[in-house]
């Protein structure tokens, strides 16, 4: 009887509020699983027909494998594979934090102008490296890029600094400045040669094919300080999401907030990007897809925006690799084609739910 | 506990919006205040300014502690402000925002339940607990934003215009409840109004503010007559009582310009 009594009791708004939040968990880690999922066929994905047997294998007991086959494992494929979770990862935590400072859903990681910086600098040590012989072209392009990336951000806070201003002007600034990033960009390509600008193309279409453990290391170090950083500020985002009024009646200090959110943003991106390029939709759209999944509460908006940035990357590192057999397609075209049929699906289901 | 209010003025982009308010008695313990005056007058920057989101002059005493010299998290502790704007249609329940705004405001986990179940249930909002922001009305968002406000408990209340998104019925219900709180807490709650009818119903006592100047302070029927009205409002209206004894406004006709004696700054 008491039993009874028991399950048609009402549940407390507490227990209702952690029983929402229970299934957000699950969907962290249902997401989790995909990833390793999809992490696990993108090692398995490539030109040298390694069966995914002997992966599994070799991951376990590395002494197990030939040697070349050791060397396409743990040189090639794992440094490839880790640095599209690394990436993605970054960019939807950035693209994450970006549209929640600047309360605009078409924010992104490169909607300051990031990319086209970061496309400036590859593209002057790309151009100029004949001037530089003393630095080599493997290190000068993503350290241009990196610097030019972070000048561009400390520009954008010095402006706001001395304007003021809220998230439209930020906006205003950062497309301001894109422009005329690009019209460098542009000067470079015409001060290229053609050799010279072929690179800067392909430089600047993203591509995980300039991986490495080092490399690979920095990003993810970076990721980590930046995820448990942004973490350190889930309420405080939350209630931004509210409205800057709201999140300013309560205590939380907006500027300041936003000023940090934007250091940290540009600090994960001109990492990830200076290694790989521009990979462009993953930092708009892994959010989104986040958001339908677990809602904007951003103690679990920020890990699962996170997931999604770092699955699509890796599914899009196997369709670049899929796609035109013994050929890789740059990963920054690919990005869209598995991004938008996912992100269509996904609102096209939420809508037949409803 | 009490407000008080000497010499305030807030300039915003080298323009005086309020300018030299002072109260000649502290707003008191358990009381509730309107801030009633036309279109401009400055009330929200004034609101604003109590709860130290403006840069302002002058003094601000709550309990003879001077307001300014408190840092915003502590200052947020004790004032609460429920601004003029809505909280945004977002993937955010209501009860998450009222959670998180407690945690921000250093009130513990379980007391945070309680005072959110409470609210919530005070106002008549724990069927929408669950539910997103995107899927609210503008009213009922606007009641969410009341219940965080109460829910923190906070020493001095500043509403802005707190039920401009609200029917009549919760019009009344909203400012019942701000008013049974602030007595039965003795805190101070101030109060941005256009309906000079809630002002007379709900207030113990109104300021009037107009050109960003305090033109009246003192008992809501006391203050507002006739003459005030035409000056500061430049409309013909008398305070009569009605069938239950209350003061209540009645409208006659818009008058011209001519009548308005201060003008919107």
């Given at each position: 009887?008491?039993?009874?009594?028991?399950?048609?009791?009402?549940?407390?708004?507490?227990?209702?509020?952690?029983?929402?939040?229970?299934?957000?968990?699950?969907?962290?880690?249902?997401?989790?699983?995909?990833?390793?999922?999809?992490?696990?066929?993108?090692?398995?994905?490539?030109?040298?027909?390694?069966?995914?047997r002997?992966?599994?294998?070799?991951?376990?007991?590395?002494?197990?494998?030939?040697?070349?086959?050791?060397?396409?494992?743990?040189?090639?494929?794992?440094?490839?594979?880790?640095?599209?979770?690394?990436?993605?990862?970054?960019?939807?935590?950035?693209?994450a934090?970006?549209?929640?400072?600047?309360?605009?859903?078409?924010?992104?990681?490169?909607?300051?102008?990031?990319?086209?910086?970061?496309?400036?600098?590859?593209?002057?040590?790309?151009?100029?490296?004949?001037?530089?012989p003393?630095?080599?072209?493997?290190?000068?392009?993503?350290?241009?890029?990196?610097?030019m990336?972070?000048?561009?951000?400390?520009?954008?806070?010095?402006?706001?600094?001395?304007?003021?201003?809220g998230?439209?002007?930020?906006?205003?600034?950062?497309?301001?400045?894109?422009?005329?990033?690009?019209?460098?960009?542009?000067?470079?390509?015409?001060?290229?040669?053609?050799?010279?600008?072929?690179?800067?193309?392909?430089?600047?279409?993203?591509?995980?094919?300039?991986?490495?453990?080092?490399?690979?290391?920095?990003?993810?170090?970076?990721?980590?300080?930046?995820?448990?950083?942004?973490?350190?500020?889930?309420?405080?985002?939350?209630?931004?999401?509210?409205?800057?009024?709201?999140?300013?009646?309560?205590?939380?200090?907006?500027?300041?907030?936003?000023?940090?959110?934007?250091?940290?943003?540009?600090?994960?991106?001109?990492?990830?990007?200076?290694?790989?390029?521009?990979?462009?939709?993953?930092?708009?759209?892994?959010?989104?897809?986040?958001?339908?999944?677990?809602?904007?509460?951003?103690?679990?908006?920020?890990?699962?925006?996170?997931?999604?940035?770092?699955?699509?990357?890796?599914?899009?590192?196997?369709?670049?690799?899929?796609?035109?057999?013994?050929?890789?397609?740059p990963?920054?075209?690919?990005?869209?084609?598995?991004?938008?049929?996912?992100?269509?699906?996904?609102?096209?289901?939420?809508?037949?739910?409803? | 506990?009490?407000?008080?209010?000497?010499?305030?003025?807030?300039?915003?982009?080298?323009?005086?919006?309020?300018?030299?308010?002072?109260?000649?008695?502290?707003?008191?313990?358990?009381?509730?205040?309107?801030?009633?005056?036309?279109?401009?007058?400055?009330?929200?920057?004034?609101?604003?300014?109590?709860?130290?989101?403006?840069?302002?002059?002058?003094q601000?005493?709550?309990?003879?502690?001077?307001?300014?010299?408190l840092?915003?998290?502590?200052?947020?502790?004790?004032?609460?402000?429920?601004?003029?704007?809505?909280?945004?249609?977002?993937?955010?329940?209501?009860?998450?925002?009222?959670?998180?705004?407690?945690?921000?405001?250093?009130?513990?986990?379980?007391?945070?339940?309680?005072?959110?179940?409470?609210?919530?249930?005070?106002?008549?909002?724990?069927?929408?607990?669950?539910?997103?922001?995107?899927?609210?009305?503008?009213?009922?968002?606007?009641?969410?934003?009341?219940?965080?406000?109460?829910?923190?408990?906070?020493?001095?209340?500043?509403l802005?215009e707190?039920?401009?998104?609200?029917?009549?019925?919760?019009?009344?219900?909203?400012?019942?409840?701000?008013?049974?709180?602030?007595r039965?807490?003795?805190?101070?709650?101030?109060?941005?109004?256009?309906?000079?009818?809630?002002?007379?119903?709900?207030?113990?006592?109104?300021?009037?503010?107009?050109?960003?100047?305090?033109?009246?302070?003192?008992?809501?029927?006391?203050?507002?007559?006739?003459?005030?009205?035409r000056?500061?409002?430049?409309?013909?209206?008398?305070?009569?009582?009605?069938?239950?004894?209350?003061?209540?406004?009645?409208?006659?006709?818009?008058?011209?310009?001519?009548?308005?004696?201060?003008?919107?700054?």
């Open positions: 009887m008491s039993t009874t009594l028991a399950l048609k009791m009402p549940l407390s708004l507490a227990q209702r509020y952690h029983r929402a939040n229970l299934r957000r968990a699950a969907v962290l880690l249902l997401l989790g699983a995909a990833l390793c999922l999809s992490l696990l066929w993108d090692i398995a994905t490539g030109p040298s027909g390694l069966p995914l002997d992966i599994v294998q070799g991951l376990l007991a590395p002494e197990s494998l030939e040697v070349a086959d050791r060397v396409i494992l743990f040189d090639v494929r794992l440094p490839y594979t880790c640095m599209a979770l690394v990436v993605g990862a970054a960019l939807g935590l950035a693209g934090q970006m549209q929640t400072v600047l309360n605009n859903p078409l924010a992104s990681p490169f909607t300051l102008g990031l990319a086209a910086a970061a496309t400036l600098g590859a593209a002057m040590a790309i151009v100029f490296v004949p001037v530089l003393w630095l080599p072209v493997e290190l000068l392009t993503p350290l241009c890029a990196f610097l990336a972070l000048l561009s951000t400390g520009l954008i806070l010095l402006l706001l600094r001395w304007h003021g201003g998230s439209h002007s930020l906006v205003l600034f950062g497309i301001a400045l894109m422009f005329a990033l690009e019209a460098l960009v542009s000067l470079m390509h015409f001060l290229a040669d053609s050799n010279a600008l072929e690179q800067i193309v392909f430089w600047s279409m993203g591509s995980l094919g300039r991986a490495s453990w080092p490399n690979v290391l920095l990003v993810a170090v970076t990721l980590l300080l930046c995820f448990g950083l942004a973490m350190r500020r889930a309420w405080a985002l939350t209630l931004l999401r509210s409205g800057e009024a709201q999140a300013e009646s309560l205590g939380v200090d907006v500027t300041r907030v936003r000023r940090a959110c934007l250091v940290e943003v540009s600090l994960l991106t001109a990492v990830a990007l200076c290694f790989v390029g521009t990979i462009g939709f993953v930092g708009l759209v892994g959010p989104h897809i986040a958001r339908l999944l677990v809602g904007e509460q951003h103690r679990y908006f920020l890990p699962a925006s996170t997931l999604c940035g770092a699955l699509m990357l890796s599914l899009a590192s196997i369709a670049s690799k899929s796609l035109i057999p013994g050929l890789i397609v990963i920054g075209i690919v990005t869209a084609l598995v991004g938008v049929p996912a992100f269509m699906l996904l609102i096209l289901g939420r809508r037949a739910a409803a | 506990m009490s407000l008080q209010i000497t010499a305030l003025s807030v300039q915003r982009q080298r323009r005086c919006i309020v300018e030299d308010v002072s109260l000649a008695t502290p707003l008191a313990a358990g009381s509730l205040t309107a801030l009633v005056g036309p279109n401009g007058a400055g009330k929200s920057t004034l609101i604003h300014a109590l709860a130290g989101l403006l840069p302002s002059s002058g601000l005493l709550l309990d003879e502690v001077p307001l300014s010299a840092p915003l998290r502590q200052r947020s502790r004790q004032v609460a402000l429920l601004p003029q704007s809505l909280p945004q249609s977002v993937g955010l329940s209501p009860y998450e925002l009222l959670l998180g705004g407690l945690l921000a405001n250093g009130v513990g986990r379980c007391e945070a339940e309680t005072r959110i179940d409470a609210v919530l249930r005070r106002l008549g909002l724990l069927a929408l607990a669950m539910q997103r922001l995107d899927t609210l009305s503008g009213g009922q968002r606007q009641m969410v934003a009341l219940a965080q406000v109460l829910a923190r408990q906070p020493r001095l209340l500043l802005d707190p039920t401009s998104a609200l029917d009549l019925r919760w019009q009344l219900a909203v400012l019942g409840a701000v008013g049974e709180d602030v039965q807490r003795g805190a101070i709650g101030v109060i941005a109004l256009h309906d000079l009818n809630l002002a007379l119903r709900v207030c113990d006592r109104v300021l009037v503010l107009a050109g960003g100047r305090l033109q009246a302070d003192g008992a809501p029927d006391a203050v507002l007559d006739a003459a005030l009205l000056r500061v409002y430049g409309i013909s209206a008398r305070i009569e009582p009605c069938s239950q004894g209350r003061a209540q406004l009645i409208v006659d006709q818009l008058l011209s310009e001519t009548h308005l004696e201060v003008l919107p700054s």
